[in-house]
């Protein structure tokens, strides 16, 4: 879109949610990406702490990629109308990484495009919902084999877990 995808809100104070240095940070990360973060045992939460501490350059460089597209980042928009594939795109209603006000793009731009926006969910949608994402993209696939010319373009889900 035209501008930042997510939310700013900390950043003019140096807080940055992608900035994951110590654990504690990790968790901070996971509070703004889930509406509810999951529950992570100390083993595996300790091992995803040390990958995204790990993994930290490479997320800031796709963080000021983005933030800097006067830089040759290009907008993503002008691709969308040359994805004729049938498209199912599951975004999350509380999203502070890519907001779902977005999603008419999507419609607008692309021939066969379905975009689903669920309630009560963050960034990761397969990780927050993932019965549901997992029967929708089911859905998709079975709807799209039966008859691909006929993906709806849009739709609102309700909420179930």
Known sequence: GAGPPWDISGLDRGQHPLKVFEPEDFDALMRWVFVKPPLMVGPIRRYF?????????????VFDDIMHRD?????????LPNILAPTLVIWGQHDRLLD??????????????KVL????CGHLPMAEFPKQ?????SDFLTATRADPGSVPLSMRVARSR
């Open 133 to 137: 994402t997992a029967r929708l993209t």
């Open 71 to 79: 830089a040759g980042n290009a907008l993503v928009e002008p691709l």
């Open 49 to 61: 702490a040390a990958q995204a501490i790990a993994n930290r350059p490479f997320l800031l460089k």
């Open 117 to 120: 926006v669920l309630p009560d």
């Open 100 to 113: 779902c006000a977005e999603a008419p793009v999507y419609r607008r731009l692309m021939p066969n495009v």
